[in-house]
Structure formats: C-alpha cells, structure tokens
C-alpha cells in the first residue's frame, strides 16, 4: 500500500509542476497505450456478453473444477476495472490539456449524467429488446456516469486527496459487508445501491437488479484521476512507474489472498490439484469488486500500459479502433449480440420471445465453449468496420457533443 500512495503523492506533487505546460499535456492526452489497453478490455468484455447471451444455462462459471469455463469467465474480469480506472486518468488528461477545474467539472458531471440515461434507456434496450419499462440494471455503464458525476467534485480537491478517497473506498470497502440492507429499514435499497448488489424496491411494478455498486467503483475512478499526472511525463519514466505500481499491486494482491485474513468474502481453499487450488486463489468477487479483485485485475493492467508503450503493428492498430469509439461499441456489440440470439433461438427452437424481457433462456437452448468462442470472435470482426467508421468520424468532427459519443 505504501507504494501505490507514494506513486500516487508524487503524481500529485508533479500535477502542479505541469498544469501550464499545455504541449506536454497534449502529448499525453494522445498516449496509445490507454487506447489500445482500452481496446483490448472491450474486445474481452464482449466475450463474456457472447457467454450471456449464447451459452446453456444453470450453470456456475466461478466453478474451479471446470477450468474451460471459469477460465473464459475469469479473464473477462479484467475488463470493468481497467475501463473504469482508464476512464479516470483520460479525465486527468482532458484537464490537463489547460482547462480549468470548473470546466472539467463540469464535462464530467454532463457526461456522467449522459451515461446514466444512456444505460436507462438505449442500453437497457439493448440487453432486453423490450419498450415495457418495468426491468432495470444498474450495469457499468450506469456505475461509470455516477462515478464521473463523483469525481466532477472531487476534482476541485487537491490529488493527494483524491488518492486518498480512492484507496480508502478501494481497500477499506470490505469492512463495510457485514452490513446487510435488511438491517436498514427504509435506507435498503440506497444500501443496495451503494455497496450490497441485489433488487432494491425501486417503485410498485418495477424491477431493479444492481450488479455494480457505486462505492468501490467511485474509487476506482478516483483512484485513476490521481495517477494521470504519471502519463505527462517521459515515456521512458512512464514505462517505469507503471510497471513498479503494477508488479508491487500483483504483489500486494498475492501476498493479502495468501493470508485469507480481509479483502474478499470468499477464502481461497486447497483442492485435490494444483490447478483448482490455483484457480480458488484467484477466485475473487466481483459483486462488489472486492480489494483482492482489483487488485488482481489492476496491477497486471498496470503492467500491460507500461508493456503497451513499446507495442506496434497492424494487430496493434486493429485493437486500438476499439479502444477509440468504447461506448459506441459497447451498444452495438450488446445490440447485435442480442438479434443474433433472437435469430439462434428461432433457428433452434422455434421461439425468440423467451429472450425478450427478462431473458430467460428456452430449454435446449444455448451453444457450448466453442460456438460461444466463435460467435465472439465472428461479432468483434463484424463491428471493426463499423468502429473504424465511427473513429474516423469523431476524428474529423470537433463539435463539442462529439465528445459525448
């Protein structure tokens, strides 16, 4: 934990050494790493919405005797993290481009609230295909706008502060489980909201699920902002301190599971084979995201933005494009993900509508490992066309609302 504060104070310090040097700023703000990380961790993302949407159910993907499934399960947990925490550093660099604070407040707060419509309505649509308003999740979508909204005031205190609350929500959550919302009363469901996943009572005749709770993810994106000013220097210190905050993360991590003393509700267990024992270790939850959880997920995407630095190629090039256009690819996977179900399960067993809704799945529904794999990789390929349209787009426009999309 020293480490990561340490790192996190002298980004701090440096932030007001670089506020007014507007060209190093805009250097950073045009970093490839962030986007190619970003790229791949929507690439990821998408299997595990192929899983959702394609796979068999009445299964458990956390199960560490069948390590196909928890794998392709497991390696999609890096995703919510690392877009979350990137999306924190690109508000330090929107900023540090010469905006004042008010006015990154201010971007942030309208974006924020953009994201929660946009998961209420365009999104919800997407995952339900139904005009009934009566279902609601609070997805990441909806948990990234809230956490922009947080941070729109954060960002008028000074960076060690933010550190500061961003490691208090990331490590100190845990504390917070023995609290249950049935204890409450009348404050359950902003329990729910804030910390303990579930079905709050939203209003008479609707249904909320909340899977991603607001109080470690408000951090995570605290946890960001603070480190940005790391991305305004020399791409050779950059390299450096991201790979020496990543590795001492991992490290971190390792050696808290190890102890099965605090950072997860589940401890990790010894099993006939090493590779289920292995997989218990990394078995961390992710409702809500554990401090073991992301510090699994985290420090190696630390490692990976530093590792990203010295990347290039066309492979390179092609995953950046999804890193680009994040929102715009987000709604048209999950869209077109959705249509390609309804027409499987017309296909197979004569009747989509069990996928309208709340999406339960027909019987004799749903494709194993492989079908799921391809269907993945047939829907990543399908949308770099579209994606790379889209990139060219926001590139060549520069109205303000472009930055909305």
Not at 198 to 207: F, I, N, Q
Request: proline share 5%; charged share 10%; aromatic share 14%.
């Amino acid at each position: 934990m020293t480490v990561v504060f340490e790192t996190f104070r002298r980004g701090a310090s440096f932030a007001d050494e670089v506020a007014v040097n507007k060209s190093a700023a805009t250097r950073a703000a045009r970093i490839s790493s962030i986007d190619l990380l970003r790229g791949l961790v929507m690439i990821v993302m998408a299997l595990d919405h192929t899983r959702d949407f394609f796979a068999t159910g009445g299964f458990n993907p956390r199960d560490v005797t069948d390590p196909a499934l928890f794998l392709t399960r497991w390696i999609t947990h890096f995703c919510a993290p690392t877009f979350i925490f990137l999306a924190g550093i690109s508000a330090f660099l929107y900023g540090a481009q010469g905006r004042e604070t008010r006015v990154v407040s201010r971007f942030l707060f309208t974006r924020g609230v953009w994201l929660v419509l946009l998961e209420l309505t365009i999104v919800r649509l997407g995952w339900s295909f139904s005009i009934h308003f009566n279902h609601f999740l609070v997805g990441v979508i909806f948990t990234t706008g809230v956490s922009m909204i947080a941070l729109a005031a954060l960002v008028y205190l000074p960076r060690w502060t933010i550190a500061a609350v961003g490691l208090i929500m990331i490590g100190g959550h845990n504390m917070l489980d023995g609290i249950k919302g049935a204890q409450l009363g009348a404050a359950a469901p902003l329990w729910t909201l804030l910390h303990q996943p579930g079905h709050p009572d939203a209003a008479p005749g609707v249904d909320a699920t909340v899977l991603y709770t607001l109080i470690p993810w408000v951090g995570v994106m605290a946890a960001g902002y603070a480190l940005g000013p790391v991305f305004t220097r020399g791409r050779g210190a950059r390299m450096r301190e991201l790979f020496v905050l990543g590795a001492g993360v991992t490290v971190g991590f390792v050696l808290v599971r190890a102890t099965n003393l605090y950072g997860d509700p589940a401890p990790w267990t010894m099993h006939d084979n090493l590779l289920a024992t292995v997989l218990s270790f990394v078995n961390c939850e992710k409702y809500p995201p554990s401090l073991l959880y992301l510090g699994m997920t985290l420090g190696p995407a630390l490692m990976l933005l530093a590792a990203f630095e010295s990347v290039h190629g066309p492979f390179t090039r092609w995953i950046t494009i999804f890193g680009r256009v994040p929102l715009f690819y987000y709604i048209a996977h999950i869209f077109l993900l959705h249509a390609l179900a309804l027409l499987y399960a017309w296909t197979l067993v004569g009747d989509p509508t069990a996928l309208i809704g709340s999406g339960h799945k027909p019987a004799g529904y749903g494709l194993g490992l492989i079908g799921v794999y391809a269907v993945w990789l047939a829907v990543v390929t399908a949308l770099y066309p579209l994606c790379r349209w889209f990139a060219g787009v926001k590139r060549r426009h520069t109205e303000w609302w472009w930055s909305y999309l």
